[in-house]
């Protein structure tokens, strides 16, 4: 009798595990990417409308690059990744409001910073040499430091912590990793492989970002999932597929070139209120894909501004919209046509070298 009821037991314990991992697996929505060779799309046929701002400064300052991009309601906070200099800027007309440049040893100061995240009343600047999350004010007045154990290259503010991108995971300390507003280690997720040692710097777009609901989600370069941050875990909820374009199974790609081989595979993704958003890679080619929510066709390709010929390549999103960034003479069609001028402005030469950013919205 005792040996039939651990037998029931065993049984009852098996169906549940089975039933519990069938639940998670009902829960990742899986997209298949396909039919996108060769095909091109134009960006009208996607964005509602396109917006460019070109940013303004004076003749003693100019952005070398932008590395990352985040907005407050009107207001872009921007980071230079040649000087490392941060910058605020107006959205509605591209005015320089504030900048500042902290670099140094000293107390709220930056040695190499890679990236920014907001919330509603502040912005932080994640410095990757001293593992420090440097917290600023709207006006780019700093404020105060967060100090962690580990290097990150990087992160998104949370409403209890921030979540950082691990540089050096381990099978205790994961890929992702959640840390308290002070600092302190709170939990760690998506656990290397025995191999799993691909660079997913050149992806070309953010780890983490937000859709216009503020839900927050996350995508490693190169992978097939996005995770979404909930109840304080992250959850898988969506999967790529590229059939036979894909990689074989049976192929690592860690000793690979990806752009050498004739594989689909992802580089970074956006996530709207309505769409999903993949680009990849194919032949050495930039692809986009544009899935429906909540069903409908989805369409792939190579995607052109054919009105303008600015290239396409978002790589921020605030809300529904994606952020890219072109020079001046690329958009003067578009400058010429929406009566957007120079006026007043000495240095006609100066102002061809500021960047424009450009604005794609659902």
């Known amino acids: ?30 997209f298949s990417i396909e039919n996108f060779d060769g095909k091109e799309l134009n960006v009208d046929e996607c964005f509602s409308y396109v917006k460019l701002l070109p940013l303004q400064l004076d003749t003693n300052r100019i952005i070398g690059q932008i590395k990352d991009v985040c907005v407050i309601g009107d207001t872009i906070f921007l980071l230079d990744e040649i000087t490392s200099a941060l910058y605020s800027f107006d959205k509605n007309s591209g005015q320089c409001l504030a900048s500042v440049l902290k670099k140094g040893h ?35 007045n700093a404020v105060e430091n967060v100090q962690f154990d580990f290097p990150a290259s990087d992160f998104i503010v949370l409403d209890n912590g921030f979540l950082l991108y691990n540089l050096t995971p381990t099978s205790e300390k994961g890929k992702f990793v959640y840390i308290s507003s002070k600092g302190e280690y709170v939990n760690s997720f998506v656990f290397p492989g025995k191999r799993d040692n691909f660079n997913s710097v050149l992806g070309g777009g953010k780890t983490f970002f937000k859709n216009e609901e503020s839900d927050v989600f996350v995508f490693e370069s190169y992978s097939d999932i996005v995770y979404k941050w909930d109840n304080d875990s992250l959850q898988p909820v969506c ?103 120079n006026e007043g402005i000495v240095d006609k030469e100066f102002t061809q070298e500021q960047p424009v950013l450009v604005f794609y919205v659902r």
């Open 1 to 30: 009798m005792k040996i039939n009821n651990i037998f029931l037991f065993l049984i009852l314990f098996l169906l549940f595990s089975c039933r519990q991992g069938k639940d998670k697996q009902e829960n990742v929505t899986f």
């Open 106 to 140: 000293g107390p709220n100061e930056y040695i190499n910073p890679v990236a920014l995240s907001v919330n509603a009343e502040n912005l932080y600047v994640l410095d990757m040499p001293t593992s420090r999350i440097i917290k600023f004010d709207k006006g780019l």
């Open 239 to 341: 999967r790529m597929d590229f059939g036979k374009w894909g990689i074989p199974s049976n192929m690592s790609r860690y000793n690979i070139n990806l752009f050498e081989e004739p594989y689909a595979f992802s580089g970074n993704v956006f996530m709207l209120s309505d769409m999903f958003i993949p680009s990849f890679f194919y032949k050495s080619r930039r692809y986009y894909g544009f899935i429906p929510l909540s069903g409908g066709e989805s369409v792939f390709g190579i995607v052109k501004d054919k009105c303008y010929g600015i290239p396409f390549f978002p790589k921020w999103q605030y809300g529904n919209e994606l952020i890219g960034v072109c020079l001046r003479e690329l958009a003067e069609k578009y400058f010429e046509e929406n009566g957007i001028h």
